[in-house]
């Protein structure tokens, strides 16, 4: 399973950036993936999770209304819509995925066994 992550750069705040992430090699019947953030000195932390095969979603709190993330199954990529943007969104985003999860597990980093490499989004004020 490969997991390429693209789109971040920078962005003045209050403005929009779309990521990407395409998946390829392995697929399972049902699985989960999602957006992962790590601010420079601080850990990873989740930002948003959809389920792939049921479309349902989950955000963290500080995202709420200003993300949305979604999937095109036809092209394996999943996106993140990322508006009002913030200097504190500012970090590289992560995506990652994983078969094995409850909707109760998403929010956690380690429980997915797959990873793309991260893309830098940086908000300045």
């Known amino acids: 399973v490969q997991l390429q992550a693209s789109g971040g750069g920078p962005v003045q705040a209050g403005g929009s950036l779309r990521l990407s992430c395409t998946y390829s090699?392995?697929?399972?019947?049902?699985?989960?993936m999602a957006w992962f953030r790590q601010a420079p000195g601080k850990e990873r932390e989740f930002v948003a999770a959809i389920d792939w095969r049921a479309g349902t979603t989950s955000y963290t709190g500080s995202v709420k209304g200003r993300f949305t993330i979604s999937k095109n199954t036809a092209e394996n990529t999943m996106y993140l819509q990322m508006n009002s943007l913030k200097p504190e969104d500012t970090a590289v985003y992560y995506c990652?995925?994983?078969?094995?999860?409850?909707?109760?597990?998403?929010?956690?980093?380690?429980?997915?066994?797959?990873w793309g490499q991260g893309t830098l989004v940086t908000v300045s004020s």
């Open positions: 990652a995925a994983d078969s094995t999860l409850i909707r109760s597990s998403w929010p956690g980093a380690t429980a997915y066994d797959y």
């Open positions: 090699g392995r697929t399972f019947g049902r699985y989960v």
